[in-house]
């Protein structure tokens, strides 16, 4: 019982471990007009989402760390007919296509990235999906979604780390 106990306490502090033991870098993403401190160099991946009538390109920036454990940023351009909606419902509707069916919000609350003097709608949120936790930080500016997440267990996406991925996202011209 004891050894068990000592093998779950250790395998729980790896975690955090396995994402804070690595070198942040600066990425920069010219297509997708942002830059953040990766903790790895990111693989850059684009796909075509098919959306109603429209045909749109998902571009995902990410880094994979031992453990189930990722560091992403997504960006696509919604439509002309979606990006007219307010962004508070289209962010609530990411939200809940993310958590999916069987997935538990265990946080969420508005946030406000800058751009200059321009203001923009986001949210932060801890989801529990059946593959483990994930942490996403949504926002809209103008047509473009940006999706900065985190996947992995509650300690890693709760982590200091976690925290220094997100908030050195960073809009850019």
Do not use: W
Not at 84 to 99: C, I, N, S, T, Y
């Amino acid at each position: 019982m004891r050894a068990r106990t000592f093998a779950l306490m250790a395998l729980l502090l790896a975690l955090p471990l396995a994402a804070r033991g690595q070198d942040f870098k600066p990425f920069a993403s010219g297509d997708g007009r942002y830059k953040i401190q990766f903790p790895g160099t990111p693989k850059t991946a684009t796909t075509d989402v098919v959306s109603g009538k429209d045909t749109l390109k998902l571009t995902i920036d990410s880094v994979e760390l031992k453990g189930d454990i990722s560091f992403a940023v997504s960006h696509i351009d919604a439509s002309e007919e979606v990006s007219k909606r307010p962004p508070g419902p289209r962010l609530e509707k990411v939200r809940d296509a993310v958590k999916g069916e069987n997935g538990k919000v265990i946080e969420d609350k508005e946030v406000t990235l800058s751009l200059g003097d321009a203001k923009f709608t986001g949210r932060d949120v801890v989801l529990e999906t059946p593959n483990g936790f994930l942490r996403n930080r949504m926002v809209i500016v103008e047509r473009r979604l940006y999706q900065v997440m985190v996947q992995g267990s509650k300690e890693v996406v709760t982590s200091e780390t976690a925290d220094k991925f997100i908030n050195s996202f960073e809009l850019t011209k």
